[in-house]
C-alpha cells in the first residue's frame, strides 16, 4: 500500500514513523517533508500548499491513502481536490477546516450551541474596535480572524497594548486579510491542556491529553513559539475533567459541525484552559497539533493508518483506540534566537541509538549531510512507565544531538512533575 503524507515538519515525521509500523505499507511518501526524514520516507519535492501537484503526484503514482497533516493546505481545500480525484484522505474538507481557518467562526459556533468558551465580540472597523477597548476590561485577548502562522494572539496587559495590536492587524495588516476581522475576547486563567481527538464526523475518540510549552524560554518566559516541547498526558486533566470536556465540549462540537453540515473528519484538536469555572475553548485546530503530535503518537498502541481510515470510512465507532498507560515527553531544539533571527546551515548529528526518537523538522540534506535549516530543528521524544523518567530520558537523549547554535528549554515537565507530586 502506498501513502502519502502532505507536510514537512516534525508532526510529519510522527505520523510516519507511526505509520511504518504498519506492515502492509509498502512506501510512504512526504511532500515535501524534509532531509532528516530521508530514511523514513521518500520525499517528493512538492509543498505543502501546491494542492493541484499533490493531486497529480496522487494519481501518477497510484497513491492508496493521502494524509494532509499541515492547516494551510486543509484550509485551502486539499482534502476535497484529492477526494474528487478519487484518493482517500484523512483530514477535514474545506467546509470543517474553517473551525481554524476562522476564528470568528469558531467563536460564533461555540456562542451558537452553547460550548464554553471566552466571552468575546468581533469587529470589522478599527474605530468600533478602538472605542470598545476603551472601557474593555484589561488584560484582554486580540486575534487575527484567520491563519498568522501561530502568531494571531496578542495577550495585551494595558489598553494602548490592545489598541496597538488592534492597528497592526486592521489598519497595518501584519497578518494580510487573516487581520481584517478581529476577536477581541476574554483574558482567562488557568492551566492548559490539548486534547487531540479522532472523530469521523460522529463518533469523537480523544487521545491522550498533552501539555505544551509555548514560550521560548525556561519559567514560561520569552515570546510565544510554535511549541519548545511536550508532555503526555497533561496531569490537570484528570477524569473529572475529561467527563466534563467530552459532555460539554467534544460531543457537542462533532454536532454543531454536522448540523452546519460541515461534518468534521480527521483530527480535531480541542485547545483548552481548566478556568475556576470549569474547561473551556482557547482555540480548535484542525489537525494534529505541533509538537503534540510528537508524544501523543509514541503512546498510541493500536494501528494509526486503520484509525485513520475508519475517519474517512465513518467507521470509527468499530476501531480500537487505545493508548499506553505510560507517559511521554518532548524536547525541542531550536536554532538560538528562534522565533526571531537564527542563523541556520549548520551539520546536525544524532546519535544511531536514538535516530527512532527523533523527529527532524528545519532541517535539510546538503551533499549527503544534514543541516540545520529552520527554527524548530527537531524535537527528542522519550517514552517510559511515568513522566519522571520519561523526561530524564529525553534529556540524556537530547545529549545525544549536537549541532552549533542549539537551544532548548531546560524545564519542560517541570510544571506537571509539580502537580504529580
Ligand atoms: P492560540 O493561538 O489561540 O492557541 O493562542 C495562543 C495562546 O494564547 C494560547 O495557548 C493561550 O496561552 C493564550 N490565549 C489565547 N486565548 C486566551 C484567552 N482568552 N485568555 C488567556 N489566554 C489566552
Ligand atoms: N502546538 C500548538 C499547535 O500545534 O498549534
Redesign the pocket.
Known amino acids: 500500500m502506498k501513502i502519502m503524507v502532505v507536510g514537512g515538519g516534525g508532526r510529519e515525521h510522527a505520523i510516519i514513523k507511526k505509520l511504518k509500523e504498519n506492515k502492509a505499507i509498502t512506501e510512504i511518501f512526504a511532500l515535501p517533508g524534509n532531509g532528516g526524514m530521508k530514511d523514513d520516507a521518500t520525499l517528493v519535492n512538492i509543498g505543502a500548499k501546491d494542492i493541484e501537484s499533490q493531486v497529480e503526484f496522487a494519481k501518477a503514482n497510484k497513491i492508496d491513502y493521502a494524509v494532509v497533516a499541515p492547516d494551510d493546505p486543509l484550509v485551502l481545500g486539499a482534502v476535497d481536490a484529492l477526494t474528487t480525484a478519487g484518493i482517500p484522505c484523512f483530514g477535514p474538507n474545506k467546509a470543517a477546516a474553517i473551525i481554524e481557518g476562522s476564528?470568528v467562526f469558531s467563536k460564533n459556533l461555540m456562542k451558537k450551541y452553547g460550548i464554553p468558551?471566552?466571552e468575546?465580540e468581533v469587529f470589522n472597523d478599527l474605530h468600533k474596535a478602538l472605542e470598545y477597548l476603551e472601557t474593555a476590561p484589561i488584560?484582554t485577548?486580540i486575534?487575527a480572524d484567520g491563519l498568522?502562522l501561530?502568531?494571531?494572539?496578542i495577550?495585551a496587559e494595558t489598553r494602548e497594548d490592545a489598541k496597538s495590536a488592534v492597528r497592526s492587524m486592521m489598519e497595518d495588516k501584519v497578518f494580510g486579510d487573516s487581520g481584517s476581522n478581529v476577536v477581541i475576547?476574554?483574558?482567562?486563567?488557568g492551566p492548559?491542556v490539548s486534547v487531540l481527538s479522532f472523530t469521523d464526523g460522529n463518533t469523537v475518540v480523544p487521545m491522550v491529553s498533552s501539555m505544551?510549552h509555548?514560550r521560548a524560554l525556561d519559567g514560561d518566559k520569552g515570546l510565544?513559539t510554535g511549541g519548545m516541547g511536550t508532555v503526555a498526558p497533561n496531569p490537570y486533566y484528570t477524569k473529572e475533567i475529561a467527563q466534563e470536556c467530552m459532555d460539554k465540549i467534544f460531543i457537542p462540537t462533532i454536532n454543531a459541525m454536522k448540523n452546519e453540515n460541515r461534518s468534521f473528519k480527521g483530527c480535531l484538536y480541542f485547545?483548552l484552559?481548566i478556568t475556576k469555572n470549569g474547561p473551556?475553548v482557547?482555540?480548535y485546530?484542525c489537525r494534529f497539533g505541533d509538537p503534540e503530535t510528537q508524544v501523543v503518537l509514541p503512546l498510541l498502541e493500536s494501528d494509526l493508518l486503520t484509525i485513520m481510515k475508519a475517519t474517512t470510512d465513518g467507521t470509527l465507532k468499530d476501531v480500537q483506540v487505545k493508548f499506553s498507560n505510560g507517559a511521554a515527553a518532548c524536547v525541542v531544539m531550536a536554532s538560538n534566537g528562534y522565533p526571531q533571527k537564527y542563523q541556520s546551515g549548520y551539520k546536525i548529528k544524532i546519535a544511531d541509538e536514538i535516530q527512532d526518537k527523533v523527529y527532524v523538522a528545519g532541517a535539510k540534506l546538503e551533499d549527503g549531510i544534514l543541516k540545520t535549516a529552520g527554527g524548530r530543528v527537531l524535537g527528542v521524544t522519550a517514552t517510559a512507565d511515568n513522566l519522571k523518567d520519561a523526561l530524564k530520558n529525553a534529556y540524556e537523549n537530547v545529549n545525544k544531538v549536537t549541532f552549533d547554535n542549539a537551544f532548548y528549554r531546560k524545564d519542560i515537565g517541570k510544571k506537571a512533575m509539580e502537580v504529580l507530586k
Open positions: 476564528k468558551t471566552a468575546y488584560p485577548v486575534k498568522a501561530g502568531k494571531g494572539v495577550i475576547e476574554e483574558f482567562l486563567e492548559e505544551d509555548k510565544n485547545g484552559m473551556k482557547i482555540e485546530n
